[in-house]
């Protein structure tokens, strides 16, 4: 196989969306989407604009949701990426516009979560309510990472393996988002020898608004 070299601006070689709700100074939620996100164990790796409202929450109150929309749910996400938390707008973000009203411009509904003040969001099928314990700069100096331990994990029944705490990796499929594009998973090439969910039922397509 023969390479060339090239120089992406971005690297978004394709990682799952998540809507971060974050708890606002006069106690409103924010709601915001992000794709810089990874999980190990039971923490979850965050990557935040430094100058958006959703760092500036975590920094000062470190409750949050993590909630995962699925593919068929992309036109939502998209509502919410050219909105703000911040008034004034940062000056960074120039196409950008303040809505303080996140979950209604997205046409989203807030649920209240169990241990966390921030609200999760009730169409999303996974849900996951997290605490921040790390806030701080990357090494470029560029964008904030938050490392947030997960309290509790909320999931749809028709993604769950029946009778088990697993994610049903055949039912769910999570939105992900490849070189600012958004896609959903194909069909399974197999799994790993460390899976206690082997396949049990054909794929089934995952709820969507």
Not at 94 to 111: D, I
């Amino acid at each position: 196989m023969e390479h060339v070299t090239i120089a992406p601006s971005i690297l978004y070689v394709g990682t799952p969306v998540a809507l971060l709700a974050t708890e606002n100074p006069d106690g409103t939620a924010n709601l915001a989407p992000m794709s810089s996100a990874w999980a190990l164990g039971q923490v979850v790796v965050l990557g935040l604009g430094p100058e958006g409202q959703t760092a500036a929450n975590l920094a000062a109150r470190p409750d949050l949701t993590i909630n995962f929309p699925a593919p068929d749910q992309w036109r939502a996400v998209e509502r919410l990426a050219p909105l703000t938390g911040r008034d004034p707008v940062p000056a960074s973000k120039p196409r950008f516009r303040y809505e303080p009203e996140k979950y209604a411009a997205a046409g989203l509904s807030p649920a209240p979560a169990d241990l966390v003040g921030p609200p999760v969001v009730a169409e999303c099928p996974l849900q996951l309510e997290a605490r921040a314990v790390v806030v701080r700069h990357d090494a470029a100096e560029e964008f904030v990472i938050v490392e947030a331990r997960v309290l509790r994990v909320h999931a749809d029944p028709d993604i769950v393996v029946p009778g088990t705490q697993h994610v049903d990796p055949a039912r769910w499929s999570p939105l992900i988002y490849n070189f600012r594009h958004y896609f959903g998973l194909g069909e399974e090439r197999g799994h790993s020898f460390r899976s206690e969910t082997p396949t049990m039922w054909p794929s089934a397509p995952s709820k969507g608004l």
